[in-house]
């Protein structure tokens, strides 16, 4: 049974941090890229970041500079390190893990509100 387990979520203030963690098992890891989406209420899920299984990055412009994804292929994990949080960055987040002809997995997600 392939799992993504989200943890790290939390209540933050702006301009604060956070530290996403996804634990990947029962997949070939190291050949799947992973990403993170989040989920604002009323809005769609949207791509925050990804790594593909080589290491290469992509962000979403509204989180570049702010955001750093990584990848402990090693430990199967998956991290995204969120710094000078905004409001607007609550959300929902969630772990994705696709690769092509692969079957793509998602995290139940984990909570991110940032409010003072």
């Known amino acids: 049974q392939v799992q993504l387990v989200e943890s790290g979520g939390g209540l933050v203030q702006p301009g604060g941090s956070l530290r996403l963690s996804c634990a990947a098992s029962?997949?070939?890891?190291?050949?799947?890229?992973m990403a993170w989406y989040r989920q604002a209420p009323g809005k769609q899920r949207e791509l925050v970041a990804s790594?593909?299984?080589?290491?290469?990055?992509n962000y979403a412009d509204s989180v570049k500079d702010r955001f750093t994804i990584s990848r402990d292929n090693s430990k199967n994990m998956v991290y995204l390190q969120m710094n000078s949080l905004k409001p607007e960055d609550t959300a929902v987040y969630y772990c994705?893990?696709?690769?092509?002809?692969?079957?793509?997995?998602w995290g139940q997600g984990t909570q991110v509100t940032v409010s003072s």
């Open positions: 994705n893990a696709r690769r092509v002809y692969f079957p793509t997995f």
């Open positions: 029962a997949i070939i890891f190291n050949i799947y890229d």
């Open positions: 790594i593909t299984s080589g290491g290469g990055t």
